[in-house]
């Protein structure tokens, strides 16, 4: 089993950064593809960013393209979601995902094996 925790949500200001973690327990994540999705208030959970077992093949959703930066240390088995030029309407649960595939493709069907809790990003204008 593992165990999701995500940390460093907040309130910021647009154009202001945030950098996301989710720390894994319960199991190594380096054969894991890994992923970020987010839920605004009303909305469907949507995908951001994706990520493959050795960190060297990534992909965004086009909202955040440019934005946002998704990293990994499997020496610490921890997720990264660098989150700079922030707007308004990244207002969002950010959830961290992780898949047992290796690969980002699970991730991109929304197929996850386990999910975080989610952290609250709220985005002020």
């Known amino acids: 089993q593992v165990q999701l925790v995500e940390s460093g949500g907040g309130l910021v200001q647009a154009g202001h950064s945030l950098r996301l973690t989710c720390a894994a327990s319960g199991r190594t994540l380096s054969n894991f593809g890994m992923g970020w999705f987010r839920q605004a208030p009303g909305k469907e959970r949507e995908f951001v960013a994706a990520i493959n077992w050795g960190g060297t093949i990534t992909n965004y959703a086009d909202s955040v393209n440019g934005r946002f930066t998704i990293s990994r240390d499997n020496a610490e088995n921890t997720v990264y979601l660098q989150m700079n030029s922030l707007k308004p309407e990244d207002t969002a649960v950010y959830y961290c995902?992780?898949?047992?595939?290796?690969?980002?493709?699970?991730?991109?069907?929304?197929?996850?094996?386990?999910w975080g809790k989610g952290t609250l990003v709220t985005v002020s204008s």
């Open positions: 995902a992780a898949s047992k595939a290796p690969t980002i493709a699970t991730i991109l069907r929304h197929d996850v094996d386990y």
